[in-house]
């Protein structure tokens, strides 16, 4: 696909429809991108903040604005006073910035690894390496459920801040 940065708009809300996902899809704002990713700000089928998910652009196939359903998301944000969450991220990539700004923040994230070893994981990024990164694993009742070392290049998704892993946060403060 194009450069997202060419295409878009940063206050139209779109439908994410990606590879493999069938018609799945997410809705949301796009927050930034470069030629590789794209950040996403989420917004839940009830109309409210559904958190960020950091994307690999060429993932996304397709697409779609102006449709009844985003109509119908738009009318239900007005209607929850639903406020827009940007993040901005300065620095020489999306994906090191947002991935640094995870572990500093100790967000809970789902990260997501693609090609032969499609995986997804749950927890705290604990480090940052060159090549690699270190997790720590949460399962999902919110308990320290091990470690993982991974490639960087393996990464396809990130997600933080969303119901799920407010939810897992929660849990892990309580299940230590």
């Keep these: ?15 994410f429809y990606f590879d493999g996902s069938g018609r799945r899809f997410d809705v949301g704002y796009i927050l930034s991108s470069d030629e590789e990713w794209a950040l ?19 993932e996304i196939v397709m697409l779609q604005y102006g449709t009844q359903y985003l109509e119908k998301l738009a009318d239900l944000m007005a209607a ?7 993040l901005e991220f300065s620095g020489s990539g999306l994906f090191g910035s947002v991935m640094d700004f995870v572990t500093t923040n100790r967000f809970v994230c789902t990260v997501e690894l693609a090609g032969e070893r ?4 749950h927890g705290f990024i604990e480090k940052i390496g060159i090549d690699t990164f270190r997790m720590e694993l949460i399962d999902e009742y919110g308990k320290p459920d091990g470690h993982m070392v991974a490639e ?22 309580f299940r230590k």
């Design 40 to 58: 996403i700000e989420l917004i839940s089928p009830e109309g409210g903040h559904e958190g960020y998910r950091l994307v690999f652009a060429d």
């Design 118 to 121: 499609a995986f997804t994981e």
């Design 80 to 86: 929850r006073h639903t406020e827009r969450k940007p």
């Design 1 to 15: 696909m194009e450069s997202l940065k060419n295409i878009v708009d940063g206050d139209t809300l779109y439908e």
């Design 152 to 173: 960087l290049a393996d990464v396809s998704a990130v997600t933080f801040n969303s119901s799920e892993e407010r939810n897992l946060a929660l849990l892990n403060l």
